[in-house]
């Protein structure tokens, strides 16, 4: 069983730069891949950005060159930079990790406006 808990959530101007934190349980977390996702209201969720135990990382286009992922797993920690926001990225961000199961996090509301 692993647990997932986001946080850094919570309401941002246009242009601001919010880190998202996603906190896990277990003892292999560094070889766990971690994915972010996101839901708006009326939208399917969407994978935004992902890294693997190594830390190659992979982002969705629509946030390519804003949004920056990373991990300490010192920590068993990932974070989501995320610069230049833009009310269409207001959602709530949700972590997942798919290693040994499903899991997802209870997910962390970011929005954008003035």
């Known amino acids: 069983q692993v647990q997932l808990v986001e946080s850094g959530g919570g309401l941002v101007q246009p242009g601001g730069s919010p880190r998202l934190s996603c906190a896990a349980s277990g003892s292999f977390f560094s070889i766990y891949t971690i994915t972010w996702y996101r839901q708006a209201p009326g939208n399917q969720r969407e994978l935004v950005a992902g890294?693997?135990?190594?830390?190659?990382?992979n982002y969705a286009d629509s946030v390519k060159g804003r949004f920056t992922i990373s991990r300490d797993n010192a920590k068993r920690t990932v974070y989501l930079q995320m610069n230049s926001l833009k009310p269409e990225d207001t959602a709530v961000y949700y972590c997942r990790t798919q290693f040994g199961g499903n899991y997802w996090g209870q997910g962390t509301q970011v929005t954008v406006s003035s």
């Open positions: 890294i693997g135990s190594g830390g190659n990382t």
